[in-house]
């Protein structure tokens, strides 16, 4: 006789699984009130301020307020101005000694392959970099500055803008190209090429930089991206002016490089490839 094991049907379901830990939330961030990744060099804080507030440490950033040193800062005005940005980051605790804990910690663990964290830029790199940031910062005026460039009321803005808005951004377009064109010259060896060979890279990527430059000054709130002399378009605007059927292209660029937090350095440093790989 073929004896066959009997097994209860109860030892045939399975046991439900443990239930997951419900996810830690944490407090916003202490610096801009944006959506907190975690507790980073002693507060709780998004990805963009522990970055910037890292990069600032380790580079020894020194920056400037065009206002009065009191500048808002929360998610959307984060960008504007650098200098109010890493005194907040201070008064709320966030800790340089953490940063360079931080670093040595990283520079004692054995590294598989290189990783551009951990790169050290040499001298003459450095100081390219910097003549670079000048160059983007002398020709291209940050949201916080825009204040001294404006010369009319915000009203009267609007007037003209409903009057003649194709006139006003084809001044304003071409101010930004001899901005552009100033930028170029200030470059490192850029004036030692030929003018031929300068005028081509010029027409190049001269639209690249422009749309580069203004997608930097958008605000998301508002979905608008404002001039430098202060003047503030919205979606429809920007399509009437000029850019037609670009004008979605552009404020998706715009809305991609928002979780970049790019600063002046690194936005002057893309606006130099575009124009010398253009």
């Known amino acids: 006789a073929v004896e066959t094991q009997s097994t209860s049907s109860e030892e045939l379901v399975p046991s439900p699984p443990s239930p997951l830990p419900p996810p830690r939330v944490y407090k916003p961030c202490f610096v801009c009130q944006d959506k907190s990744s975690g507790y980073h060099y002693g507060v709780s804080a998004c990805e963009g301020c522990k970055g910037f507030f890292r990069r600032s440490i380790q580079k020894n950033m020194v920056y400037t307020c065009h206002r009065d040193k009191n500048c808002v800062i929360n998610k959307v005005t984060r960008n504007r101005c650098q200098y109010c940005r890493l005194?907040?980051?201070?008064?709320?605790?966030?800790?340089?000694?953490?940063?360079?804990?931080?670093?040595?910690?990283?520079?004692?663990?054995?590294?598989?392959?290189?990783?551009?964290?951990?790169?050290?830029?040499?001298?003459?790199l450095d100081d390219l970099t910097e003549k670079i940031r000048k160059a983007h910062q002398e020709t291209f005026p940050s949201l916080c500055q825009l204040g001294k460039y404006t010369t009319n009321s915000s009203a009267d803005h609007r007037v003209r803008l409903d009057l003649g808005l194709w006139d006003k951004f084809s001044e304003l377009a071409t101010k930004c190209i001899i901005k552009i064109v100033e930028f170029a010259k200030r470059l490192p060896g850029f004036t030692s090429l030929t003018i031929a060979d300068q005028i081509t890279l010029l027409k190049a990527a001269c639209l690249d930089i422009l749309i580069l430059r203004i997608c930097t000054r958008y605000t998301p709130e508002q979905d608008t991206m404002t001039f430098s002399d202060g003047l503030t378009l919205n979606r429809t605007q920007m399509h009437n002016a000029g850019f037609g059927p670009l004008t979605d292209l552009v404020f998706t660029f715009a809305n991609q490089l928002l979780p970049l937090e790019m600063d002046d350095t690194e936005t002057g440093l893309l606006s130099a490839i575009c124009l010398i790989c253009g």
């Open 87 to 124: 005194q907040k980051c201070f008064e709320v605790g966030m800790s340089k000694e953490s940063v360079r804990n931080d670093r040595n910690k990283k520079k004692k663990e054995p590294s598989k392959q290189e990783s551009t964290e951990n790169y050290e830029m040499t001298a003459e």
